[in-house]
């Protein structure tokens, strides 16, 4: 029997239980479940089994008082009567391996393509602290993505977060299959939350493909399954990012999408009596977006790092939305995708003017900032005579500016659609196009 073998074996046999502490449902509510004899041994965020007509349910504790806790259950509370029983779990963990890499499985750690899946060998928490602030190291080197956009213009380097800032229907999940494949990477984590349950399939088979799929581990929960469960999506695949980064992998965190994640939290956070407050999201919103986030990011020195791209719906371009604004405060970067530029047919829909990489001026030599800047500068100055451009007020000659603009615009816009073999060829291929103007 081999190491590895025995680990899991062992680690199986440590997860059993030979007793449990059993309740009782003493009410049911809309959407929660109020139990008794529980209260003084069970924490917040542990896991019960829910007994119903039609079988087990499961449950999350997320409010304790002195008489009684209350549960959320995983699923429709059809068939819960009262004084059923109820068994408490315990604390709430995973068992990540390197064996998961190529799979897809649920915020609980069970497999959704039909095969078994191995116990790795340590229990790891959902939700533990990010490594200490003193200890991590610093942003590593840029990263070649096979986007000439973000090999030149928005450089990603190891170790940065970054978000992805989009509407419905703009190119979002196209864009971060792409980055799946061709980011530079060791492993991948793939995070869907709440995603329709016929486009799982497409995104394995069609946007991320075989190669992303060799190298990736996707933790999916779809918009049908309970809030707890669509919450819990994140943390899950937080937690087997940060197992993979602690085996000294450089590991692409990509989490589609925080907003579905907040809105399960809200959902929660309503359920277990916390009042709602901006926009209807809760207090504890802004904490738990922001712990996610610094989970991720460079690590110490002895392990790896963790280079992790966050998605936000904003609905109407709302860039100052609640999620948005809490999430773009603690990101090393932010990319918008624009819904005019998707519509014309470029994809993908970066707007550039909008977006910014705070890994920039270090991640790029002299020249190259030289040319980003006068790239910038000469979308710049189109932006703002387009209008005059394309009603045919403006006069060639009157501003060398947007005359230079002008030349340069067609072949930068095209150039920031196209694929790119390395970060220096792109960049050779920027230079040729702004020599236009």
């Given amino acids: 029997m081999s190491d590895s073998t025995l680990a899991q074996l062992t680690a199986e ?31 917040l965020g542990d896991q019960v089994w829910l007994g119903t007509r039609t079988g087990r349910l499961r449950g999350e504790i997320v409010h304790i008082d002195r008489e009684r806790a209350m549960a959320l259950p995983d699923g429709p509370a059809d068939g819960i009567r009262l004084g059923d029983k ?79 800032f989009a509407g419905s229907g703009v190119g979002k999940s196209s864009l971060l299959g792409a980055l799946g494949r061709g980011l530079q990477a060791d492993r991948a984590v793939i995070a869907l939350v709440g995603e329709r349950g016929r486009e799982l399939r497409h995104f394995i088979e069609d946007v991320l493909g075989p190669e992303g799929m060799a190298r990736s581990v996707i933790v999916a929960a779809t918009s049908d399954q309970s809030a707890i469960a669509r919450r819990r999506c ?21 989490a589609d999408s925080v907003t579905r994640f907040a809105e399960a939290h809200r959902e929660v956070a309503l359920a277990a009596g916390e009042p709602a407050s901006l926009r209807g999201y809760p207090p504890s919103t802004a904490h738990m977006i922001m712990s996610l986030a610094e989970r991720a990011g460079p690590g110490v020195e002895a392990v790896g790092d963790i280079t992790a791209i966050f998605s936000v719906l904003v609905a109407g371009s709302d860039m100052e939305e609640p999620v948005a604004d809490i999430l773009r405060g603690v990101l090393d970067g932010h990319v918008v995708l624009a819904r005019e530029i998707a519509e014309r047919g470029r994809f993908p ?88 103007g």
């Fill in 86 to 164: 109820v068994t408490l779990q315990g604390g709430d963990g995973l068992f990540p391996d390197l064996s998961w890499q190529g799979r897809v499985i649920d915020p609980y750690g069970n497999p959704l393509d039909g095969r078994p899946l191995a116990r790795g060998p340590e229990l790891r928490p959902l939700r533990p602290a990010a490594p200490p602030a003193t200890q991590r190291k610093r942003l590593g080197k840029r990263l070649a993505t096979g986007l000439s956009v973000f090999d030149t213009l928005l450089p990603i380097v190891r170790g940065q977060r970054l978000g992805l």
């Fill in 234 to 254: 994140l943390w899950t695949a937080m937690a087997v990012a940060e197992h993979l980064r602690d085996e000294g992998n450089h590991v692409l965190f990509l």
């Fill in 349 to 436: 829909a970066v707007d550039l003017l909008r977006s910014t990489s705070r890994s920039l001026p270090e991640a790029a030599t002299p020249e190259e900032n030289a040319l980003i800047g006068k790239a910038r500068r000469r979308l710049g100055a189109y932006d703002r005579a387009e209008l005059m451009i394309q009603s045919g007020l403006y006069t060639g000659g009157s501003d060398p500016e947007i005359d230079a603009a002008i030349k340069v615009y067609g072949p930068l816009d095209t150039f920031l659609a196209e694929e790119s073999k390395a970060p220096e060829a792109a960049f050779a291929r920027l230079k040729g196009v702004l020599a236009r």
């Fill in 13 to 43: 046999i440590a997860a059993l239980k030979p007793s449990a502490s059993v309740g009782r449902i003493s009410a049911v509510g809309r959407g929660a479940v109020e139990l008794t004899g529980l209260s003084e041994i069970a924490a």
